[in-house]
């Protein structure tokens, strides 16, 4: 089955927010996080339903080295990613907006 994979413009927003924190402290900081983002991501496209349910519809993976979780939701042969979240906000406030 191929798996195509979708980003809400927030989940981009909030990637591009964390790149540039990290790389604002250190340089290719911010390299290492998007790479690591990309090695979950590429393998929850080959593994959609291989991390735990949250909120009912969504699943989510935490990054190993950042503190920060993917939430996304899997249907038919979509992975939408919604959120890159960083871990030490409340989970309760994920979904709202800014």
């Known amino acids: ?5 979708r980003w809400r413009y927030r989940a981009v927003h909030e990637a ?17 996080l998007i790479s690591e983002l990309d090695e979950h991501i590429d393998f929850l496209l080959k593994h959609p339903t291989g991390y735990p349910k949250w909120r009912s ?12 979780q993917v ?11 919604f959120s890159i979240f960083h871990g030490s906000r409340d ?5 709202r907006r800014h």
Not at 1 to 5: F, L, R, Y
Not at 91 to 95: A, E, N, Q, R
């Open 91 to 95: 989970p309760k406030s994920w979904g």
């Open 16 to 32: 591009q927010e964390a790149y540039d924190w990290y790389e604002a402290r250190s340089k290719g900081s911010g390299e290492r």
């Open 1 to 5: 089955m191929s798996v195509k994979v």
């Open 57 to 68: 519809i969504f699943r989510k993976v935490t990054l190993k080295h950042f503190p920060y």
């Open 71 to 81: 939430v996304y939701r899997f249907e038919k042969d979509t992975v939408t990613i």
